[in-house]
C-alpha cells in the first residue's frame, strides 16, 4: 500500500491506468467494428443470412474474437502476458467456478427481487429482443459465450484493466473502476423504459462486474471469472429459451 500510496503523485502512473483502459476500450470497438465486418461477408458469401438466429449469433462470435485479438494483443506489447493470470486450472480453481457461479446468480436474483418489491423496472437487453421470434438463438449464444465473450470480456476488463487499476490504486478501487468501465460499455446493447430503468440495469450490471473482479483477485487466475462469466450467460440463455417457448417473455 504504501508504494501505491507514494506513486500517486506521479502524473505517469494515472495517465498509464485511465489513458491505458481508454485506449483498450477504443481499440475493441475498432476491432470488433472490422471483424463483424469481415464476418458478415463471410457469413453472405457462405449463404447464412445475418438476420437470422444463426447469421446473429456468428456476428456475436465475430465481436468477441475482435475483442480476444485486442486484449491478446496489448498483453503482449505491453509485456503483461505473465502478470493477467493466464495458468492452468486447479481443483482449487474448480471450486471457485461453482461458488462464483452460485454467488452471481444469487446476487442476480437478489437484486431483481429487490426491485420487483420496490416497484423499480429495468431496461429491455438487446439479445432477448432479438431471439422473441427465433428462440434457437439463444441456444446458438451458448457455445458463443462459453469460448469467447467470457475469456474476451474477462481479459479484457478484469485481466488488463483491472490489473493496471490495481497497480496504481490497489484492489478495492481497481474492482469497482473496472467494474463501471464493465457497466459503462454494455450501456448500448439495454433499451427501453426511462432513464431510472437503464440506470437499474447498470447498476446491477456493475454489482455482477464486480463480483467477477472480486473473484479474479481472490485467485488472481482469469481462468475462474472466465468460466463464471460464460456459465452464467448460459444459464440465463437457457432461462430465456424457455421463457420464450412458453411464451412467458
Known sequence: ?????????NPYVHLKAFGGAFVII??????????????????????????????????????????????????????????????????RDFVWIIGGLLALIGLFAG???L????GIETADSAIIDQGQNSPVYFLYLIPVTI?????????IF?????????????????????STVFAAVHFSSYSGGD???????????LALGATLGLLYERTRTLLVPAVVHGLFNTVQFVMAYISVVNGSI
Open 1 to 9: 500500500m504504501s508504494s501505491i500510496s507514494s506513486s500517486l503523485g
Open 158 to 178: 478484469r485481466g488488463l484493466i483491472q490489473t493496471q487499476f490495481r497497480d496504481a490504486y490497489g484492489s478495492i478501487f481497481a474492482v469497482v473502476a473496472a
Open 115 to 118: 426491485f420487483g418489491v420496490l
Open 26 to 91: 477504443a481499440l475493441i470497438f475498432v476491432a470488433a467494428a472490422v471483424a463483424v465486418s469481415l464476418g458478415g461477408v463471410a457469413v453472405s458469401v457462405i449463404g447464412i443470412g445475418q438476420e437470422t438466429a444463426l447469421g446473429l449469433a456468428l456476428m456475436s462470435a465475430f465481436q468477441f474474437i475482435g475483442f480476444g485479438v485486442v486484449g491478446v494483443g496489448y498483453a503482449y506489447l505491453t509485456d503483461q502476458l505473465n502478470r493477467i493470470g493466464l495458468t492452468r486450472p486447479t481443483s
Open 195 to 205: 432513464i431510472f430503468a437503464l440506470l437499474a440495469t447498470l447498476i446491477t450490471i
Open 147 to 155: 469460448f469467447l465473450v467470457g475469456p474476451a470480456e474477462e481479459l
Open 111 to 113: 437484486i431483481n427481487l
